[in-house]
């Protein structure tokens, strides 16, 4: 199954930003919404300083697929990605999909389900796809016709999925290593 995001921010004045993560959540899924919201606030001190709308914003994050509880850290990458997009009022890539658990310095860390989730991905459209460096092996058993038809990307650390999100700003990347360590 394909699982969408959607992300959206009030700005406060004073005070501390928040997270607020709804939908059918499992407790793995809601600690990885946690450490992606705290990945992204570091990316975005580190990228621009003088962008505080993570530190300032109260965002509400919606996983949003019906009674389907979702359960994992999978949408680790994905999270941080949508809330980079809302803090830089940045549009993400059309047509990409992507996968991986994310930790507090960056790494992209591999996930289950791999062949799985690209063919559902492939099927509903997408022609890119970001995966963990460490599944590279379980990509190997997805389908020929399946791979043929898609654009995919190996990540080691975020900044590798930023390059493809964001178009690679050589700036932003060199930042983001320092957000990373």
Not at 48 to 70: M, S, Y
Not at 93 to 106: Q, V, Y
Not at 121 to 140: E, F, H, M
């Amino acid at each position: 199954a394909v699982v969408s995001t959607q992300s959206t921010g009030c700005t406060k004045k004073d005070g501390d930003g928040s997270l607020k993560a709804t939908g059918q959540l499992g407790d793995v899924m809601k600690e990885s919404t946690q450490i992606a919201y705290t990945f992204a606030k570091a990316v975005m001190a580190e990228m621009d300083p003088k962008n505080t709308f993570l530190r300032r914003a109260d965002v509400h994050l919606h996983v949003p697929e019906g009674a389907t509880p979702k359960d994992g850290p999978s949408a680790g990458i994905t999270i941080v990605t949508a809330l980079i997009s809302l803090a830089t009022n940045t549009p993400v890539r059309p047509n990409i999909a992507m996968t991986g658990e994310i930790s507090l310095n960056g790494k992209v860390l591999p996930v289950g389900g791999i062949k799985e989730k690209i063919i559902a991905a492939q099927r509903s459209g997408v022609t890119c796809v970001i995966l963990p460096a460490a599944n590279k092996r379980d990509y190997d058993d997805v389908p020929e016709k399946v791979r043929q038809e898609l654009e995919v990307h190996f990540a080691d650390n975020y900044r590798d999925v930023h390059g493809v999100i964001f178009g690679g700003r050589a700036e932003d990347n060199e930042r983001m290593v320092k957000a990373s360590v």
